[in-house]
Nanobody, 124 residues
């Protein structure tokens, strides 16, 4: 049984930083591509960042490029999202997700396991 548990969300002022963590249970974490998605009220879930199984390749949505950094520690079964220079429009519930395929996908439907989400609120 795979479980993904996000943590690190909260309330921060615009321009501030947060670091999200996603701890995964189950075997062979290092074999899977991981992604961070976000969903703001009234909007569809959207891709924020993704990372290959080795951590050697990363992808970012244009809206977060240069401000967010995704990383992973396979020894700890954990993926991170460092968020800097936060803006009010970054306010959303952030989800981590696992994909069985080898390539990072921007589509939520390509991911087979999801965490419960962590709320990030950026005040302006």
């Amino acid at each position: 049984q795979v479980q993904l548990v996000e943590s690190g969300g909260g309330l921060v002022q615009a321009g501030g930083s947060l670091r999200l963590s996603c701890a995964a249970s189950g075997r062979a974490f290092s074999r899977y591509t991981m992604g961070w998605f976000r969903q703001a009220p009234g909007k569809e879930r959207e891709f924020a960042a993704g990372i290959s199984w080795s951590g050697g390749t990363t992808y970012y949505a244009d809206s977060v490029k240069g401000r967010f950094t995704i990383s992973r520690d396979n020894a700890k079964n954990t993926v991170y999202l460092q968020m800097n220079s936060l803006k009010a429009e970054d306010t959303a519930v952030y989800y981590c997700a696992r994909r069985t395929g080898s390539a990072v996908s921007y589509s939520p439907s390509a991911y087979d396991y999801w965490g419960q989400g962590t709320q990030v609120t950026v005040s302006s």
